[in-house]
């Protein structure tokens, strides 16, 4: 089934938070801090507040309500620090706001805000991880002494026994830069009031985490404030953090008791949506003289920008995901968390992940290297067996360990290294004897995903004249859900497809639902629906049973009607069942395991040209398990989609800040993804299904699993290419830049 999306979407009628347009509307700009770190001395707006459509120019002082920071999450070891809605005394990173302008229209609202003059006097700034390191206790916040975010500890097994006497061991150090979502939809918010409350539509992954935050910072009843995400143009993990201006959209909108409109610029929304990733790690692998591993050990220095928000939380997953599908029995990494002046971390697709990925599948290469084996033999001899499913790895996870309910790493791999044609490459190197020209080599990764987190609901409702329709919470970004859910909902009740609509990204549709977030909609919202469809669907056959004077077990419903097994004949339309105001069922989805674990295998052919830095990728292979899949094209399509972003990750993407904190990656300029040609190289995906164990419907997560793997498969690959000439030469950061091939070949 195609997507039910997309005729809307690719025909120019989709309908955005930027396209809502009430009558008298007015727009809001913001004066942004210029300086990575100074103190606010004075904002002088009288020049802004006499230009003509000016509506208000308001500071911190002017907004009592904006004195109140915005939560985060944070894990235990992390230090609190208030992310403020709008600054003042103090800013803290370039782009940073510290006023709020509204006027008639967002030229008027622009030429204002550039007209307020901020009095910044510059205090002593640490723009980058490598730089608050340098500086031990530099002054990032005025009044600290140092730069130190708290950390934590994860461990599992007994990590001195696994390198006491180890026969082999290999340490490195790797470094992963910086990344922003990049998303089409750069962040946007519409706000109207709506008697005593508010109507929002804004550019979010999480509708009900806005509506509570506002909530909860402006003082409403949730009963009285809707929040809707008609239609978003990619979130990716950033767009589920609630932001200031978010905030501040609703709070003009209440003040003025007019509808308000912010649209952030390319540059404003790479400069203050969340970053992520900004990582290094310091690692040691034991392991037994034939391979098998017995430990890993090492130390992660993350970079959370100059407020918490959610980026603390990624070292844990990254930590986590060191298991990848190996049986590896001893696990001990410390997390530091530093602050710099540059804008917060938190998730980006794959939140972490893949950073965690890439390291362990760098150090199984390298652990290949001194042995003198095979990487692939390697990672066979240390993959979790299928016949040991599901496994306890044994890492800690809350008040359980971490346990994959389900797969079959083994024949992922297999399959991955006979479609990429694996011993074919290796038979090609054997012959060749590179002279200077461009250089082949190939690579692979395995990976194991956590998918899915938390609960969620789902109501379907019933009506007189055939209409089934699923309400859920979760907000769509592209992913498909209407198409999904309308699947689940049509094959679970047994109704037609096209008398099945679906209503997402709107907090009316049920009383609470979570973000759409690693990898989760398919396992959460697609079990919500499920039984919420088969409780209809017991109703319905048993009212059906009193019709046709029939045992409802001995009752068929299929495509609306209800009939007798082996007498179709005797028979209702289920419909004429539903009363006149229709029927509500509602079901909430808690899942028996924290997780379903997705998995795969990848594999990149790629050349390499010594003489201009250059990587093209020839092949690349995707085995994948995602369990039982709802729609395949579907997964086909994120499995496309993660690909293209890993590739990013992997050899363009990075949010460069100078070691004073400027910033120089506001634009596509700048800021490099990948394009059409760089994603035109044969792609093959294959599937594999093994259905979860974590959940009736023996669903898992889609969303990341295309993209965790990618960074270290194209890693290893241009790592085997570049040793045909250098055999020392070591890939240890990413983005793979021309500049940092040619340093790897110097």
């Known amino acids: 089934m195609r997507r039910r999306e997309d005729p809307q979407l690719i025909t120019g009628r989709g309908r955005y938070a930027a396209d809502i347009h009430p009558e008298g509307l007015v727009h809001l700009a913001f004066v942004r801090s210029s300086q990575p770190h100074a103190k606010l001395l004075s904002i002088d707006a009288e020049a802004a507040r006499a230009l003509p459509g000016v509506v208000a120019v308001w500071t911190a002082a002017d907004l009592p309500e904006s004195a ?31 006023a709020a302008i509204v006027a008639e229209t967002p030229y008027q609202a622009a030429d204002a805000a550039e007209a307020v003059f901020a009095d910044l006097a510059p205090l002593p700034a640490v723009g980058t991880l490598e730089a608050a390191l340098r500086s031990g206790a530099a002054q990032v916040h005025e009044g600290t002494e140092t730069n130190a975010a708290g950390g934590y500890e994860r461990a599992a097994g007994d990590i001195e026994a696994a390198f006491t006497g180890s026969p082999v061991t290999v340490k490195e150090r790797f470094r992963v830069a910086r990344i922003a979502g990049a998303a089409m939809e750069p962040r946007a918010v519409t706000a109207m009031p709506n008697g005593d409350g508010l109507r929002i539509w804004t550019s979010t992954q999480h509708t009900y985490g806005v509506r509570d935050r506002v909530c909860d910072l402006l003082g409403l009843e949730k ?205 090609a190197q054997a012959r060749s004897q590179p002279t200077g020209g461009r250089l082949r080599g190939v690579g692979i990764a395995c990976c194991v995903e956590s998918s899915g987190f938390g609960s969620e609901t789902a109501r379907v409702r019933l009506d007189a004249d055939g209409t089934a329709t ?106 004429e069942l539903v009363p006149a105001t229709g029927l509500d069922f509602v079901e909430h989805f808690e899942p028996p395991l924290p997780n379903a674990y997705s998995s795969g295998c990848h594999a990149a052919v790629v050349d390499v040209d010594p003489e201009t830095g250059s990587v093209d990728v020839v092949r690349y292979v995707i085995a994948h398990d995602t369990g039982k899949p709802i729609n395949p094209l579907l997964v086909e399509g994120q499995m496309h989609g993660g690909y293209a972003h890993g590739l990013g990750y992997a050899l363009f993407e990075e949010a460069i800040y100078q070691p004073d904190g400027a910033f120089q990656s506001t634009s596509f300029l700048d800021y490099t993804i990948v394009s059409a040609a760089e994603v035109s190289s044969e792609l093959q995906v294959l599937p594999l299904e093994t259905p979860s164990r974590a959940n009736e419907e023996g669903f898992k997560g889609a969303g990341e699993s295309g993209t965790v793997p990618v960074p270290a498969a194209i890693a290893n690959a241009v790592e085997d290419a570049v040793r045909q000439l250098r055999p020392d030469a070591a890939i240890t950061e990413l983005p793979i830049t021309p500049a940092r091939l040619f340093e790897a070949l110097a």
């Not at 920071?69 to 782009?95: A, F, H, K």
């Not at 609470?512 to 697609?526: D, N, P």
């Open 68 to 98: 109140r920071s915005l939560p985060d999450w944070l894990p235990r070891g992390v230090t609190p620090r208030p992310r403020p809605i709008l600054s003042q005394g103090e800013v803290n990173y370039v782009g940073e706001a510290i």
């Open 223 to 427: 009963a009285g404030v809707e929040v809707l995400a008609e239609d978003v143009g990619g979130g990716f993990g950033p767009k589920a953090q609630v932001y200031p201006e978010e905030i501040l959209t609703a709070l003009a909108a209440l003040r003025l008791q007019r509808p308000v409109s912010w649209v952030a610029t390319r540059s404003e929304d790479t400069a203050t949506t969340v970053h992520a990733h900004g990582t290094i790690f310091e690692v040691e692998l034991a392991a037994e003289s034939d391979g098998r591993l017995r430990g890993l050990r090492g130390q992660v220095w993350h970079d959370v920008g100059a407020y918490p928000a959610s980026g603390p939380a990624q070292p844990g997953l990254m930590i986590a995901h060191l298991l990848s599908a190996y049986r590896l029995p001893a696990l001990k990494v410390q997390a530091t968390l530093v602050h710099t002046n540059t804008a917060s971390t938190g998730f980006v697709r794959g939140g972490g992940r893949p950073v965690g990925n890439f390291v362990i599948e760098r150090m199984l290469d390298r652990l290949a290297r001194k042995l003198a084996l095979d990487p692939a033999e390697v990672r066979r001899r240390n993959l979790v067996p299928a016949d040991q499913m599901p496994f306890d790895t044994g890492y800690p996870a809350g008040r359980q360990n971490v346990v994959y309910d389900s797969g079959d790493y083994q024949r992922l791999l297999d399959q991955t290294l006979t479609a990429i044609g694996y011993a074919e490459v290796r038979e």
């Open 470 to 575: 699923a309400f859920i919470g979760s907000t769509p970004q592209g992913q498909g859900h209407l198409t999904t859910a309308a699947q689940v909902l049509a094959e679970r009740l047994g109704w037609p497809l096209d008398r099945v609509r679906v209503v997402a990204g709107d907090t009316r549709a049920v009383d609470h639902g979570e973000m759409t977030a690693g990898s989760r909609t398919a396992v959460q919202v697609g079990n919500a629906t499920s039984l919420a469809a088969r409780t209809a669907r017991r109703w319905l056959l048993e009212r059906a049973g009193e019709r046709l004077e029939a045992d409802p077990a001995d009752l068929v419903l299929e495509e609306g009607v209800a009939s007798v097994k082996g007498a179709p004949q005797s028979s209702v339309q289920a419909a």
